[in-house]
């Protein structure tokens, strides 16, 4: 079946790194995502990555997948408070027209 | 830059009334979606829909539920008779199409319903 799980917290000090995990359960996951959630907010994409690729770096965020494993992890550079909000991984399955399966977020807290 | 609006950005409601949640999509998107987030829970995947017909639906889906793109911007999630299970936020979100390059889903802000 589909799923995506999480951990729920995470907290860190500025401006150290932060690593979010996420694990999935569906091998035919075509892009996999990060999204992010400020209090009262939508969803806004962050970065995404193509099943067939090991790893992507945007700026101070770098995401790594291990697909035999099915792992993903977003790694936030820097990290600073305004960092501070859930994430959430998402994958999409092939076939489904992209619908997005999400996890239940993580939310990180970025202390001084 | 173009974004994701919907409107309005809280509904309440009373329970059997029907409501309609409003989306606005980026403009040269072709794919529609509807997701809802039950406070506390995972955002849930509700249907997507692509050249006026619904492409795919989920199991909460049900015949409450009906989406429709009445004009050339709008795209509208109605609720005939609402739950108090039915309470969540409600995201619209489009993409440019759903293969190629383009995968990138973007959402709008929400529309929190809060049934009564």
């Known amino acids: 079946g589909e799923d995506v799980e999480q951990s729920l917290f995470l907290s860190v000090r500025e401006g150290d790194s932060s690593v979010i995990n996420c694990t999935y359960t569906d091998s035919s996951s075509t892009y996999l995502y990060w999204y992010k959630q400020e209090p009262g907010a939508g969803l806004q994409l962050l970065t995404y990555i193509f099943s067939n690729m090991d790893m992507k770096q945007d700026q101070r965020l770098t995401v790594l997948l291990n697909k035999k494993d099915k792992h993903l992890s977003l790694r936030i550079a820097d990290t600073q408070t305004g960092d501070s909000a859930i994430y959430f991984c998402?994958?999409?399955?092939?076939?489904?027209?992209?619908?997005?399966?999400f996890g239940a977020g993580t939310r990180l807290a970025v202390h001084p | 830059e173009p974004e994701v609006t919907q409107t309005p950005s809280h509904q309440v409601t009373q329970m059997g009334q029907e409501v309609i949640l409003r989306c606005v999509p980026i403009?040269?998107?072709?794919?529609f979606y509807w997701y809802r987030q039950i406070l506390g829970q995972k955002v849930e995947f509700l249907v997507s829909?692509?050249?006026?017909?619904?492409?795919?639906k989920s199991e909460i889906f049900d015949d409450q539920f009906s989406v429709e793109r009445p004009d050339g911007s709008n795209f509208t999630l109605k609720i005939r008779s609402t739950k108090l299970e039915d309470s969540a936020m409600y995201f619209c979100?489009?993409?440019?199409?759903?293969?190629?390059?383009?995968?990138?889903?973007?959402f709008g802000p929400g529309t929190r319903l809060t049934v009564t």
């Open positions: 998402a994958e999409s399955i092939y076939g489904g027209y992209n619908k997005l399966i």
């Open positions: 829909f692509y050249n006026n017909e619904i492409s795919e």
């Open positions: 403009s040269n998107h072709l794919y």
């Open positions: 979100a489009s993409s440019e199409s759903s293969s190629g390059d383009s995968y990138e889903q973007y």
